[in-house]
């Protein structure tokens, strides 16, 4: 027994050791400012631009052509009209088949991807640097002269009908269509997901239609970034792809929020959890205090160790992984909270969220939470640069909010210069549970009870 004993106590001195080793990490080094290499800008005559950005070491290049269009530039009755697009552009070009383009990029020692989303059409590809000027010259096929197959039209209906069937059933697909009709009504920004009509109405001719009238250079720029050589590069811009129309005019249209609250209870009947989502609309990236707003959503729920996620999360149990996120649109933006929540804690996790962000606004944090915050906010900052597709990126949001480069590389110091005031000033000025709208998809019969402090805002359509 006494030889147990001893062995116990070693090893509960073994494991305060390795506690108190856990406890004291060593200090973080000091955040540095990103060095943007400096990136060759070039305008053809069509209106297309180019940039190109020297970056690291290793013998590869990632080229992408954006065409500045997509769901946004879908009508009412148009719901992923554009993604069919994207997908009928990866069946091959009116001189390269579909398997061609893909053992060509292959010999190239890379690989070659075309999709699409609410605001960009992306072309894309990344291989041998002594291969980019033969990449632009296959991306720049891919995009100015799709195959657009009639054949594979049914088939990829298809697709999307199984995708739509699959997402529509997901209690988080169903909260999240509510919340963007709701922020958004009758605008693209508020138009998710189509309806089965709708993808069986869409043939070749809608199709092409949309191609024809939304892609042209005007709306396209090209971001070149890696190791490669810039004379041939540029070279092999201008010759593929100066003669290409000029197209539509950019035009982005700006997202208009709703600015009443509303509240939808969607029934789901025996669902062992609660899908909520609360929110509002708030600033854009060209907006001063978006730094500030950033902070201040990273320490409130947009990171691990943030205050909402410790409370419901480690706290109370109620849900494995909320989270708060900035969703940035052109010339707008919405905060939400998202979570899981366990039925019988609907109602208690929405209170907790709310107090949350009212104990924000009512009492700046102190400086050393801000400090692990703006760390962590740095830290992500710069893996995000860390690769030529993240630099393309980053470049593409500037171009996109219309930022100077600025933004970029004085972020880091401006996320440290961020005062513990500033953070509560942004709370208070952007983020009031009075103006939330909130969607919960979950058990009326054992939900509705729980939310009656909420109900009282205004309905929206689809809620009992």
């Known amino acids: 027994m006494k030889r147990i004993l001893l062995l116990l106590t070693g090893l509960t001195l073994l494991a305060g050791s390795v506690m108190a080793q856990k406890q004291t990490p060593p200090e973080g080094g000091k955040p540095k400012d990103f060095i943007l290499p400096k990136r060759q800008v070039i305008t053809l005559e069509n209106g297309l631009k180019a940039s190109m950005v020297p970056y690291g070491t290793v013998p590869k290049v990632t080229i992408t052509m954006i065409v500045r269009t997509g769901n ?138 949309f191609y024809d009238a939304q892609f042209g250079a005007q709306r396209t720029q090209v971001y070149v970034a890696g190791k490669f050589d810039e004379g041939a590069v540029e070279k092999a811009i201008r010759t593929s792809l100066s003669s290409w129309r000029k197209g539509p005019a950019l035009e982005i249209p700006i997202a208009k929020p709703s600015t009443n609250k509303g509240f939808a209870l969607i029934d789901r009947p025996s669902a062992p959890q609660s899908t909520l989502i609360v929110g509002l609309p708030i600033l854009d990236p060209s907006q001063p205090d978006y730094v500030s707003m950033v902070v201040a959503n990273s320490l409130l729920g947009g990171s691990f160790g943030s205050r909402i996620t410790s409370n419901i999360r480690e706290n109370k149990g109620y849900t494995y992984s909320p989270y708060s996120s900035i969703n940035s649109y052109y010339r707008g ?116 009870g729980q939310l009656t402090d909420y109900k009282p805002a205004g309905k929206l359509s689809g809620s009992k």
């Open 72 to 209: 946004m530039h879908e009508k009412a009755n148009e719901s992923w009209l554009s993604d069919l697009l994207a997908q009928l552009m990866q069946e091959g070009t009116t001189s390269r088949t579909a398997q061609a383009l893909s053992e060509e990029v292959a010999r190239m020692g890379g690989s070659l991807s075309i999709s699409s989303n609410f605001s960009a059409m992306m072309v894309s590809g990344s291989v041998l640097s002594e291969y980019a000027p033969a990449l632009v010259s296959l991306l720049a096929d891919v995009l100015m002269n799709p195959r657009f197959p009639a054949s594979e039209v049914d088939r990829l209906k298809a697709d999307l009908k199984r995708q739509l069937t699959v997402q529509k059933d997901r209690p988080q697909s169903q909260a999240n269509e509510k919340f963007a009709a709701a922020m958004y009504p009758d605008q693209p920004y508020g138009r998710i997901y189509p309806t089965v009509e709708m993808i069986a109405n869409y043939d070749l001719a809608k199709i092409r239609g």
């Open 333 to 448: 933006g919405t905060w939400t909270e998202r979570a899981d929540v366990t039925t019988a804690n609907t109602g208690a996790s929405l209170n907790e969220i709310m107090k949350e962000v009212n104990l924000l606004r009512s009492t700046a944090p102190s400086k050393a939470e801000l400090t692990g915050i703006q760390n962590y906010e740095s830290g992500i900052f710069v893996l995000r640069n860390s690769s030529p597709m993240g630099i393309i990126n980053q470049l593409s949001f500037v171009d996109f909010h219309g930022l100077d480069e600025s933004y970029l590389t004085n972020y880091v110091k401006n996320v440290m210069a961020i005062t513990p005031d500033q953070v509560q000033q942004v709370t208070q000025k952007y983020i009031n549970p009075q103006n939330m709208t909130v969607i919960v998809v979950g058990d009326r019969s054992k939900v509705e």
